[in-house]
């Protein structure tokens, strides 16, 4: 079975306080539905048309699970919290194994 990820790029933060709850929240969610966080605000480097800000990857079992821990009723009181404290670029993806 493959795994799926959540790959986030954030382009704009306007409100770090909103991303702060949202983030306290959004982490219980994701614990909750299975994922792991591989990579979080390290250093990124774009090429192309890519956004160099605060980069996330978090690793679940399935591409199900992932997208079940992204409609979750724990994700979408984050989703409520956060608002428009950010623009990002939000995908789930299928890994290859």
Same mark, same amino acid.
């Given at each position: 079975?493959?795994?799926?990820?959540?790959?986030?790029?954030?382009?704009?933060?306007?409100?770090?306080?909103?991303?702060?709850?949202?983030?306290?929240? /959004? *982490?219980? %969610?994701? @614990?909750?539905?299975?994922?792991?966080?591989?990579?979080?605000?390290?250093? =990124?480097? $774009?090429?192309? /048309? *890519?956004? %160099?800000? @605060?980069?996330?990857?978090?690793?679940?079992?399935?591409?199900?699970?992932? =997208?079940? $821990?992204?409609?979750?009723?724990?994700?979408?009181?984050?989703?409520?919290?956060?608002?428009d404290a950010v623009e990002r670029d939000f995908r789930i993806i299928e890994?290859?194994?």
């Open positions: 079975m493959a795994k799926g990820y959540w790959v986030s790029s954030y382009r704009t933060i306007s409100d770090p306080e909103k991303l702060a709850a949202y983030n306290e929240l /959004a *982490g219980r %969610a994701v @614990r909750a539905g299975g994922g792991r966080v591989l990579a979080r605000d390290g250093q =990124v480097v $774009a090429h192309d /048309a *890519g956004i %160099a800000g @605060r980069t996330i990857l978090i690793e679940f079992d399935s591409f199900e699970q992932a =997208v079940a $821990a992204r409609e979750s009723e724990a994700y979408q009181e984050a989703l409520v919290v956060l608002g890994g290859l194994d």
